[in-house]
């Protein structure tokens, strides 16, 4: 069974622009959550999505966004980038929203300079 | 309010037991508990799940108490690929099931 996929695996943006971050869940598993982490922060929850609706979303500007398709897939989108964005951001999936096992990708390394 | 709370960091040897604990006070009666392993650069990798008392995989053990407050999660006979950062979570169901990771354990395996 294919794990989770993130595409890219790394980017590099200059501020003000926009980044488009892909993930593909493993196959059945509707529940896509996506954190943003950097040094020393830890991994901070970003929002999440089961069936094509925004479920829960944490502490982040509106600025950053996302969405998910009838498949599970799921796109992350961070508009005017600044150069706090620089991070790793992950996306896992787990089958529903019962459960607590999370499956990780590994994760997109976005750079803005 | 944190969720959860974990030392932010331990120090062992090769071939040692490392015991590390998570305090989750406020866990629901329907929260499991998840440990998972992270690696730089990379993303967590789940390692045991448990709802009560213990719970043993090839990898690691879980041990819960009665009231559930807190959780160890045992390591045997670690080793150098062994250093990483563990975090406990505790099931988001008092939380809008919100899946809020705490700050992690930094493990250092030294030989």
């Known amino acids: 069974k294919a794990g989770v996929t993130q595409t890219p695996r790394y980017l590099i943006k200059t501020r003000g622009q926009q980044v488009t971050l892909s993930c593909s869940p493993i196959s059945g598993h509707r529940s896509v959550s996506w954190y943003q982490q950097t040094p020393g922060q830890g991994l901070q929850f970003l929002f999440e999505?089961?069936?094509?609706?925004?479920?829960n979303k944490g502490n982040f500007p509106g600025r950053f966004s996302g969405r998910q398709f009838s498949n599970s897939r799921s796109e992350m989108n961070v508009s005017t980038l600044e150069l706090g964005d620089s991070a790793l951001y992950l996306c896992?999936?787990?089958?529903?929203?019962?459960?607590?096992?999370?499956?990780f990708g590994s994760g997109t390394q976005l750079s803005v300079l | 309010l944190a969720k959860t709370t974990q030392p932010i960091s331990m120090d062992s040897y090769e071939g040692q037991e490392v015991n590390i604990t998570c305090s989750h006070n406020?866990?629901?009666?329907?929260?499991?508990i998840t440990w998972y392993q992270q690696f730089p650069s990379q993303g967590p990798r789940f390692i045991i799940q448990?709802?009560?008392t213990k719970v043993t995989n090839e990898v690691a053990s879980l041990f819960i108490p009665a009231d559930r407050k807190s959780s160890t999660l045992s390591l045997p006979r670690v080793s150098l690929s062994d250093t990483a950062v563990y975090y406990c979570?505790?099931?988001?169901?008092?939380?809008?099931?919100?899946?809020?990771f705490g700050a992690g354990t930094i493990l250092r395996v030294k030989s």
């Open positions: 448990g709802y009560k």
């Open positions: 896992a999936s787990r089958k529903d929203r019962q459960n607590e096992k999370l499956f």
């Open positions: 979570l505790v099931g988001g169901h008092k939380y809008g099931n919100k899946l809020v």
């Open positions: 999505y089961f069936s094509e609706t925004q479920r």
């Open positions: 406020n866990i629901a009666t329907n929260d499991y």
